[in-house]
T-cell receptor, first 114, second 113 residues
């Protein structure tokens, strides 16, 4: 069974540029999560989807961050415009349902903003 | 919201020794406690988890204990091996509508020969 897939793995951009990350969860997993992981820290939840509905986006900086999961499968996280402080690893995770809770992580996208 | 504290931040043990990592949580309603291992540049991988209806769970060299009264849980690794070297994260969540994982700050474990 394929795990959570993310692309790109690495991205270097200049500040004020837009950037997008893509995630494909494990097949059949209804719940999808986007996390931010700063160096030396644990992941922090940005947004959680139940199918195509964003059910928890309280930690998403909505002035510059947006996300979508239009068909309830893969998802895209966008930053526009990027700032220096956005440099981090962006992790996607999925679980079968919110009731099960076991979350499986993708390899992440390491973003560097210059 | 939930707050998870993790100690120590770094831990160095000799191969074959045991390692213990401790976490405390603040929300008494939390009932699910997973542990993730993250090697450098790689994804966090679930190594063991425990739910609040049990006090201890073991999987070969890894065990987790939970004390609901004190709101703390611990990871125990016995007979450590060099491949156990990684960063370990504890986390806590409530099942159901509020299933948001709150992570600790991580413990860097170094197993020396």
């Amino acid at each position: 069974e394929a795990g959570v897939v993310q692309s790109p793995r690495y991205k270097i951009i200049e500040k004020k540029q837009p950037v997008a990350f893509w995630c494909n969860p494990i097949s059949g997993h209804n719940t999808l999560y986007w996390y931010l992981q700063n160096l030396g820290q644990g992941p922090e939840l940005l947004i959680r989807y139940e199918n195509e509905e964003a059910v928890d986006d309280s930690q998403l900086p909505k002035d510059r961050f947006s996300a979508e999961r239009l068909k309830g499968v893969d998802s895209t996280l966008k930053i526009q415009p990027a700032e220096l402080g956005d440099s981090a690893v962006y992790l996607c995770a999925s679980s079968f349902s919110r009731g099960v809770d076991t979350q499986y992580f993708g390899p992440g996208t390491r973003l560097t903003v210059l | 919201g939930e707050n998870v504290e993790q100690h120590p931040s770094t831990l160095s043990v000799q191969e074959g020794d045991s390692a213990v990592i401790k976490c405390t949580y603040s929300d008494s309603a939390s009932n699910y406690f997973p542990w993730y291992k993250q090697e450098l540049g790689k994804r966090p991988q679930l190594i063991i988890d425990i739910r609040s209806n049990v006090g201890e769970k073991k999987d070969q060299r890894i065990a987790v204990t939970l004390n609901k009264t004190a709101k703390h849980f611990s990871l125990h690794i016995t007979e450590t091996q060099p491949e156990d070297s990684a960063v370990y994260f504890c986390a806590a969540s409530k099942t159901g509508t509020a299933s948001k994982l709150t992570f600790g700050t991580g413990t860097r474990l170094q197993v020396t020969l």
